[in-house]
């Protein structure tokens, strides 16, 4: 009746994990304990569940047995599958304690709080640039190499990052989505936004 109720009596000591089922925490304690005898045959991980283990061979197979009611995606882990069903839900339990911010990923709000943090763990090895999010480090590594994937399908134009590709999109439908609180005026680039206010607190 727990599993229906959502009671977790059973609390482990060193996290702050909780199970509705004692054999589920005795099972918990042993990622603790650093012991890991299960082992893949494939490459040199190993796991301290049988299960994990099973989850992990997936990564080898391309087994995806979760698949999602609602649109064509399917998982190998029945986690990545709740987290996707977020994005149909609009759910966003991962609360930011710092500002209003809720994400759907623990993940996501993990890399949100570094921008509270300043942590910025991800460096880049050409320069002495660093970032908060990986995927950031992935996006400025293009302007070293050059590489130019991004490319507009109405010009010749073509670009590093993504985000410079959805900018440079503005100037062929003239959408200005960048809004000035103070007035009425919109911008096309955020830092013409920036540039409009401080004419604002100038007057």
Known sequence: ?????????YKC???SATFSHKGNLQKHMITHSGVKPYKCAVCSASFSLGGSLRDHLRTHTGEKPYKCEVCAAAFSLRCNLRSHMRTHSG???YK???CAASFSQCSTLRAHMRTHSGVKP???EVCSAQFCQQSTLKTHMGTHYGE???KCKVCSASFCQKSTLRTHMRTHTVEK??????CSASFTLKLSVRVHIINHIGN
């Not at 009746?1 to 009596?9: A, E, N, Q």
């Not at 989505?177 to 103070?182: G, Q, R, S």
């Open 122 to 124: 991800y460096k880049c």
């Open 1 to 9: 009746m727990r599993t229906h109720s959502g009671v977790k009596l």
């Open 13 to 15: 000591e060193v996290c």
């Open 91 to 93: 759910e966003k339990p």
């Open 96 to 98: 930011c304690e710092a």
């Open 148 to 150: 130019k994937r991004y």
């Open 177 to 182: 989505p960048h809004k000035c609180e103070l």
